[in-house]
């Protein structure tokens, strides 16, 4: 049995007709009552250039905030594509858990990776954050970085809620914020008996997922997340590297909590 959001050959052009998605686009200018719109910049560039499509041709797009639309193309120039929404419709497959990724800043392109396999996976949101023992750092261009890669995650889930990736904040705003999330759970390397069954709960409503730097933390840091209501889980027997270990703890979690049925 194929899944209903299966991919066709890159010949078709009839997606809609089949029950098929082969490309998805970003068009956060889209909203329900839009009848027609033009698009430009990357996207438009992607669609024509790249994908070479013609007027005629259906696509869909989502606007990154739940909804997810139908359009065929009617008009195709230089630097604009002008679509026509044929119809929309709430996205169905996001997470019925909103599940947050605090990961601590990391070295070179590490976050980028943890960025793009959350947002496929189902992350609504991503607080990267600075601990003591943090040696990356987190530029504004790095920042932006951050952004696209969140939206191209989306894209390849065929996913409608684009996960909104926050300005890195210091280890104590991140502790303080604690208490706005039912259940705080944190990966950590020297928690050798708690697993995650044991520190999450299917029924509850939002998760919030910290996952240390490559250094790991402090006796101290880990003493204030306890004291916050932060409860320590293993991963396992194996160690892993910082950015493994936020995708395989994002994983469990969402199976967890059913999100990945």
């Not at 359009?71 to 909103?98: F, M, W, Y």
């Not at 996913?159 to 950590?188: C, G, I, N």
Request: a positive charge; glycine letters at 6%.
């Amino acid at each position: 049995m194929q899944h209903p959001n299966r991919y066709p050959s890159r010949g078709s052009r009839n997606a809609g007709r089949n029950n098929f998605i082969m490309e998805y686009f970003y068009i956060p200018e889209l909203k329900p009552g839009t009848a027609v719109t033009d698009l430009s910049g990357a996207e438009a560039r992607h669609m024509m250039k790249v994908l070479r499509y013609q007027p005629g041709d259906e696509v869909y797009a989502t606007n990154g905030r739940g909804q997810e639309f139908r359009l065929i193309i009617r008009r195709v120039q230089p630097n604009k594509v002008t679509l026509e929404v044929c119809s929309v419709r709430a996205g169905e497959r996001e997470p019925k858990h909103p599940l947050t990724l605090a990961p601590a800043v990391l070295k070179g392109d590490k976050l980028s990776q943890v960025v793009e396999a959350a947002a496929e996976l189902g992350v609504k949101e991503i607080i990267p954050f600075r601990s003591a023992r943090v040696v990356g750092r987190l530029s504004e261009t790095k920042y932006r970085r951050l952004r696209q890669v969140a939206v191209s995650g989306m894209k390849t889930a065929l996913r409608t809620v684009l996960p909104e990736v926050r300005p890195a904040r210091e280890f104590s705003e991140l502790v303080a914020d604690f208490p706005h999330y039912e259940r705080v759970v944190v990966a950590y390397e020297e928690e050798r008996v708690r697993r995650l069954e044991e520190v999450l709960e299917p029924a509850v409503e939002s998760v919030l997922v910290v996952i240390g730097p490559e250094g790991g933390f402090t006796p101290e840091e880990v003493a204030a997340m306890s004291a916050a209501g932060a409860r320590l889980f293993t991963l396992g027997p194996r160690r892993f590297r910082a950015e493994t270990a936020a995708i395989a703890a994002v994983t469990l979690c969402l199976a967890r909590l059913g999100d990945l049925q």
